[in-house]
């Protein structure tokens, strides 16, 4: 099935084209590159060059290479920036996702796999979080994920539009070619292993008084293949229905134990130091993934951290400048 992929060049959606082109799939990236890598794109992919707030490129791109699903991953992803500037989230995440939509269905493209966040849950009632919790986004860009998930609930009613929102808790780790490198980096695994390198000084710990067992947020990492793998299951079983599926291991690790284990897997002491929480942080985020397990059958392969992080490590090693410019 040949499949356009927005945000293709990015830290997720590239390691979900490495997967495509590997199944042998055929693979358009659209990407403006304003975040992305044009190296992070496998050469076995069409790359086009494009902006989703240029609605005729996105036109011209399903009128040329006529994809019959789309995977949307092109978005600004950070929930402290969308506290600072609401509008690039529930402005230009939405209207370039509109868009996307809005052209798909001239060009009668009826499927679409939509990357959605943890961020939905702000307010969780239990923990694990399973697909009926109540969703209250926790900051604009949740709140933009949610209104495009809300588009497409009524695109599919009217126009048959088949979608799967894939609600990511953290995506960490990395492919053997393909791995995480953004400009400033504020993740935390990518962080400390800035630290474990010399580029960085230290890490700073963004609060220790929360109600978890060493004080720190605990959250669930995931490992990018494992999305991969789940973004690939979801388009296959679209036709059966759309549908929504949080994508956690349901296990959470805390910011010390991530750097402990970093320290461990990298044979480096790494300097922390606590500082103040951070806004919109909260204490603990963990998925229950069992829908996706028992509906798709699909199984992370690195469900524990530390082969996160050991994957991380290798690929920031072999790329300690990240992607050539
Ligand atoms: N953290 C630190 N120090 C740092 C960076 C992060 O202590 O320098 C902490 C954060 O407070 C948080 C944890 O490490 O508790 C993970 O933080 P990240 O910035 O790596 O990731 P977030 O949990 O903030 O956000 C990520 C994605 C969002 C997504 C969210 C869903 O970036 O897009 O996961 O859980 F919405």
Not at 32 to 43: D, I, K, T
Not at 85 to 111: A, C, I, Q, T, W
Not at 205 to 226: A, E, K, M, N, W
Not at 255 to 262: F, G, L, Q, Y
Request: charged content about 25%; aromatic content about 8%.
């Amino acid at each position: 099935m040949k499949i356009l992929v927005t945000g293709g060049a990015g830290y997720i959606g590239s390691a979900v084209v490495e997967q495509l082109v590997d199944n042998g799939e055929p693979v358009v990236v659209f990407d403006n590159l304003s975040q992305g890598h044009r190296a992070a794109v496998p050469p076995e992919a069409i790359f086009v060059e494009g902006d989703l707030a240029d609605r005729k490129a996105i036109d011209a791109a399903l009128s040329q290479h006529r994809p019959e699903a789309v995977m949307h991953f092109a978005s600004r992803t950070l929930v402290g920036e969308s506290m600072q500037n609401p509008f690039l989230y529930v402005g230009d995440n939405v209207s370039n996702g509109l868009n996307l939509f809005k052209s798909m269905v001239e060009h009668g493209v009826k499927r679409i796999i939509l990357s959605s966040t943890a961020n939905l849950f702000d307010e969780p009632e239990r923990m694990p979080i399973d697909e009926s919790e109540r969703i209250v986004p926790g900051s604009p860009y949740g709140e933009s994920k949610f209104i495009l998930e809300r588009i497409l609930h009524w695109l599919d009613r009217i126009y048959g539009m088949r979608f799967a929102c894939l609600r990511y808790f953290n995506a960490a780790g990395a492919t053997l070619t393909r791995g995480e490198d953004h400009h400033p980096e504020l993740h935390l695994i990518p962080i400390v292993l800035q630290v474990a390198m010399g580029k960085r000084e230290k890490v700073s710990i963004f609060g220790s008084d929360y109600p978890t067992r060493d004080g720190t947020c605990l959250r669930d990492y995931i490992h990018v293949v494992d999305l991969a793998q789940a973004h690939i299951l979801a388009l296959g079983a679209l036709d059966g229905g759309s549908r929504f599926y949080n994508l956690g291991n349901g296990e959470g690790f805390t910011v010390k134990e991530v750097i402990d284990t970093a320290s461990e897997v990298t044979g480096t002491k790494i300097r922390a130091e606590v500082g103040p929480r951070r806004a919109g942080d909260p204490a603990v985020l963990v998925a229950a993934s069992g829908k996706i397990r028992k509906e798709l059958g699909w199984v992370p392969q690195y469900p524990h951290v530390r082969a996160i992080i050991e994957s991380a490590w290798r690929w920031h090693q072999a790329n300690p400048d990240g992607y050539a410019k």
